[in-house]
């Protein structure tokens, strides 16, 4: 029997996230389970934790477990890309993917980080056009912001991180220019945004950057956003403290890019409320 494909069917939905041990601090399972009970969906979002010798044999099972779509985390969000049949422009562009729809038999793969971000500067009411950016990270979230500064005309996006091979990599793809780690320690760094695209936050997940973080000396910065969120201390949130410069942590652009990976999965517009409330409900 042929099933109507569209958001309101009546069979149960399943969709997941991969990612590796850290899928278990996601926020993602309560905000997804709360838009499919506000949107009346019938289905279920689960985490599953996948080695990294295994990434291929997952995406492959989406098909085979009849998975409607699927989030990509990190460290898998390039590795999926051979895994795939097809992708939206902007996927192509930033070369990693956090968003997977099932259509059939294919897998498309959507990137929502990006336009998230730009979600997230407009709110926040900072116009990057002209302005000066530092994007620390050198992953899929790091190609995503460095393609959206770009996008939105910032004057100049300097690009840092621990493996200066990827930083420019990122450089030469999508645009931006790689400066050494090491390297801020050698006096003022001037940047009017700075974005934290790492995968750590606090001084025990990263002790060598969080001491360069704390003793960097910024000059005209007037945002600093760390993508991370749910950590119970931020280097990076520290620093802005410090410096008197207005912070903005990982919350609102999980919303933005989990409310446009939502209407790619589901056909549905669900209000950022929604999602805001089952972050606070667990935080």
Request: aromatic letters at 8%; charged letters at 20%.
């Amino acid at each position: 029997m042929k099933h109507h494909k569209s958001h309101r069917d009546l069979d149960t939905k399943v969709f997941c996230i991969l990612g590796d041990e850290r899928i278990f601090r996601s926020k993602s399972p309560d905000m997804f389970s709360a838009a499919l009970q506000s949107a009346g969906i019938k289905g279920a979002y689960v985490p599953l934790m996948v080695a990294p010798e295994n990434i291929g044999d997952a995406v492959r099972s989406i098909r085979t477990l009849n998975i409607a779509g699927a989030n990509v985390t990190v460290p898998y969000k390039e590795k999926v890309i051979p895994y795939l049949d097809e992708f939206s422009e902007g996927a192509r562009i930033v070369g990693s993917i956090n968003t997977i729809v099932r259509d059939g038999d294919m897998l498309k793969g959507y990137n929502t980080n990006a336009i998230g971000f730009m979600d997230t500067l407009g709110q926040a009411g900072f116009d990057p056009a002209g302005k000066s950016a530092i994007v620390f990270g050198s992953g899929g979230v790091a190609r995503a912001v460095v393609f959206m500064l770009n996008w939105l005309r910032s004057a100049s996006v300097l690009i840092t991180g621990r493996n200066e091979e990827r930083v420019g990599h990122i450089a030469n793809c999508i645009g931006g220019e790689p400066k050494p780690l090491d390297s801020l320690a050698d006096g003022p760094v001037s940047a009017n945004i700075v974005i934290n695209a790492t995968s750590v936050s606090s001084d025990d997940e990263a002790p060598d950057l969080a001491e360069l973080v704390k003793n960097l000396e910024l000059r005209d910065c007037e945002l600093l956003i760390d993508l991370n969120y749910g950590r119970a201390q931020s280097f990076w949130q520290d620093m802005a403290i410090s410096g008197d410069i207005p912070f903005i942590d990982g919350y609102p652009s999980l919303v933005n890019q989990a409310r446009r990976t939502f209407s790619l999965w589901t056909g549905a517009d669900v209000r950022a409320e929604v999602f805001l409330k089952a972050i606070s409900d667990t935080v």
